[in-house]
């Protein structure tokens, strides 16, 4: 009998070596194979006869092998060509690079073969041929194929894995299900699923898999049956539970009230160098009365690059050390943290606030010193990477935590940070996300914060234009840089960085700086990294601030947080390894003053998809809703890189963009659960160990 957590080595026709192979991708247990549900379904209930076929039909075919024969061609390869019949007609086959076909034997005369493809019309011979058709060889089966797999039903098509056939993940899915333990239970709530007439469990998982005749193959190709419905509904409501039972905790909590007065107002207002914009008023005054009421603030800020969210957060940081508490600000990672403060020490400058940073490389005796004196009230703002809080780093009197979370930080990573540090919950919290996710998905990925959006733009914009550059036209990007150069404005140039090859990164970029040095022998070039130490980064990023650097090549350190307006060039190389997120962000560094500002994309001339479709999306909008929306489109699951940058879960099934609908469902449910007389982490630890192991997220929460 299998579980849903037992090993997927144990499935019949899975051995060790295939058992390594699915591992490898995630796949560990019989739940993690099963909820990895077919990509479409192909209607082989009913075969067409061979003399009604027409062209520019997608058919299935069942029929007998007449001949095949490999016809030679000038290209490697070769064709494969195949001549069937069922009787009642003849059609041909084609198959390019089909000699491994003829190797194999697959199409000896005489074999029975169920094939399926669409019909086209050879205009040569006026016979009607299929081209690289999908096929399967129906073996001799004492059934007479009744029972079949692959014919006579809706049949599911797989995403090829780890080298296993859509055919061979059909019948190791189909074991699983058939030893599957009958009492494998239910972890949704029956009220729930009865509301919404989700299947249950064990059925929803054998019919997603393999569908009875009557269901309807447009609801499963649209992933809208009820099956699907149900399995998306409940990776959403894993999620939203445990954000529902977030919010509730924290709005049950005693938090601790701030009060504002007029000498308040007046040092919040010392630190404005501006008007603020509408937007920067209404979101602080939503951000004022969390900080005044008796319950702990949670608020998530979203506002897109550039929007001036950083001030705002500073706003609020100047509130809570008047009012006599310290504050904290964390950050994804060090780079950020530093970047923060530098921007601290700018803006918060007039109040003269005693500031710690928690950096990179800080020395032990350092580290120490920063510790006691937080403990010891001498410090009123510190800001750091998220190791602050889960080194249980002591504070004379923490009043407000600002986290950062960019694009990086994710919902998942909050909800663990959370849980290392229960006091946090009690703390006055603000989220800062860049990632602009349309409304109702932010409330619900979100959803255990209230929600502030800045949706306005500093005034005296000029929109930045967005060019996309190839290897070859190189000389285009100089000329426009030389252009800026002259009328006394400064560059970035960013190299990527793959963090995992930090060193073949600086590489590259120290490349950058040679070549652009040679490039503009009468400018000064410097190069920033992400290896230097703190205070030489802090120098080279005071020298372009100041304007002695006129170009700053560097590696991604600064994606964000940097903010130089005289800067009006942004040239990415190799912009097509970033994601959207990140060129959207480093674009963002350009067009925050006066000046018109430019976004150079350089790529090689051959571009991937997917890669091509980014560039295309950036050359033709600045709107990051847009931009958020193109990324969520052509992030496929699995390429996590792409989720992490979003700061958002990822999911199997459930799609964030098409299934918003259920996700607002799962919300629903969930904080209407939560009210109710359930044990949360109960539910919780039942949906988790349904969900299979090698979830990337969810099952680790909660
Ligand atoms: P974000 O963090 O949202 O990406 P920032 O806070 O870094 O944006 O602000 C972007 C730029 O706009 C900064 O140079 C900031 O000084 C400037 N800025 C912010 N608010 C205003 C405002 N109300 N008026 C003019 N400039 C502003
Ligand atoms: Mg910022």
């Not at 490039?519 to 030489?536: I, Q």
Request: aromatic share 6%.
């Amino acid at each position: 009998m299998l579980r849903l957590d037992t090993e997927v080595q144990f499935v019949k026709g899975v051995g060790p070596r295939r058992s390594a192979l699915l591992s490898a991708r995630g796949i560990r247990t019989v739940g993690d194979l099963l909820i990895r549900i077919p990509k479409s379904y192909q209607d082989r209930a009913s075969f067409v006869r061979l003399d009604s076929l027409h062209p520019g039909q997608d058919a299935a075919i069942h029929a007998r092998i007449y001949q095949s024969r490999m016809i030679q061609t000038r290209s490697r390869g070769g064709i494969f060509h195949a001549v069937l019949t069922d009787g009642t007609s003849f059609v041909h086959a084609k198959w390019f690079h089909g000699a491994y076909l003829h190797q194999s034997r697959t199409f000896s005369a005489g074999r029975e073969v169920v094939m399926y493809g669409r019909v086209e019309l050879d205009t040569r011979d006026r016979n009607f041929v299929f081209f690289n058709p999908e096929f399967e060889c129906i073996e001799e089966s004492p059934d007479n194929g009744a029972n079949s797999l692959d014919i006579g039903r809706i049949v599911p098509i797989y995403e090829e894995i780890g080298g296993l056939t859509s055919r061979q993940l059909r019948r190791i899915t189909s074991s699983a299900l058939s030893d599957l333990d009958s009492t494998v239970s239910d972890p949704l709530p029956e009220p729930i699923r009865t509301r919404h007439q989700f299947p249950e469990l064990r059925s929803c998982l054998e019919r997603i898999h393999f569908p009875a005749k009557t269901d309807s193959i447009a609801a499963l190709n649209r992933r809208d049956s009820p099956y699907h419905r149900r399995l998306i509904f409940q990776e959403f409501f894993q999620l939203e539970l445990v954000l529902a039972n977030r919010r509730r905790q924290t709005q049950r909590a005693q938090g601790i009230q701030f009060e504002t007065n007029d000498a308040i107002r007046r040092q919040v207002k010392q630190i404005l160098p501006f008007h603020p914009t509408n937007a920067q008023k209404r979101v602080l005054k939503e951000i004022v009365d969390d900080l005044r009421s008796p319950f702990p603030m949670n608020r998530l800020m979203q506002g897109d690059v550039g929007s001036g969210k950083t001030i705002v957060a500073f706003e609020a940081v100047v509130i809570a050390i008047a009012n006599g508490y310290q504050a904290a600000i964390m950050a994804p990672t060090e780079i950020l943290a530093e970047q923060h403060y530098w921007n601290a020490m700018r803006i918060l400058a007039p109040l003269q606030y005693s500031i710690g940073v928690l950096r990179r490389g800080i020395k032990p005796a350092e580290k120490k010193e920063l510790f006691r004196r937080l403990a010891a009230g001498e410090i009123q703002l510190v800001i750091g990477t998220h190791v602050l809080i889960e080194e249980k780093t002591e504070f004379r009197n923490l009043g407000l935590v600002i986290i950062d979370e960019q694009h990086r930080f994710g919902v998942i990573q909050r909800l663990r940070l959370m849980e290392k540090s229960p006091a946090i919950e009690k703390l006055n919290t603000l989220v800062m996300t860049a990632t602009p996710i349309p409304r109702t998905l932010a409330m619900s990925v979100y959803g255990d914060l209230d929600l502030s959006v800045i949706d306005e733009m500093p005034p005296g914009r000029t929109p930045i234009q967005t060019v996309h550059v190839t290897v070859n036209d190189a000389a285009k990007a100089w000329n426009i840089m030389r252009e800026e150069l002259s009328r006394g404005r400064q560059c970035y140039v960013v190299y990527p960085l793959i963090e995992e090859s930090e060193k073949i990164d600086l590489k590259s970029a120290t490349e950058g700086l040679e070549k652009i040095s040679k490039t503009f022998p009468d400018r000064r070039v410097a190069l920033l990294h992400g290896r230097m130490k703190s205070d030489e980064k802090d120098a080279i990023m005071r020298g372009f601030a100041s304007g002695t650097v006129d170009i700053l090549v560097s590696t991604t350190v600064i994606e964000v947080g940097v903010d130089v307006s005289n800067a009006t060039i942004m040239l990415i190389q190799h912009a097509e390894r970033f994601g959207l997120a990140q060129l959207h962000q480093l674009r963002g560094r350009v067009g925050r003053g006066r000046h018109r500002s430019t976004c150079i994309l350089m790529s090689p001339s051959r571009l991937g998809e997917a890669a091509q479709e980014r560039i295309q999306a950036m050359v033709s909008t600045t709107d990051g809703f847009r931009l958020a929306e193109v990324d969520l489109r052509l992030r496929g699951p699995g390429e996590l890189a792409g989720t992490r940058q979003s700061g958002i879960p990822e999911f199997r099934i459930a799609n964030l963009m098409e299934d918003s609908a259920l996700l607002a469902l799962a919300q629903q449910e969930a904080r209407q659960w939560v009210e109710g007389p359930g044990d949360p982490e109960a539910l919780m630890a039942s949906l988790a160990a349904t969900s299979g192991a090698g979830h990337p997220g969810l099952a680790t929460v909660g």
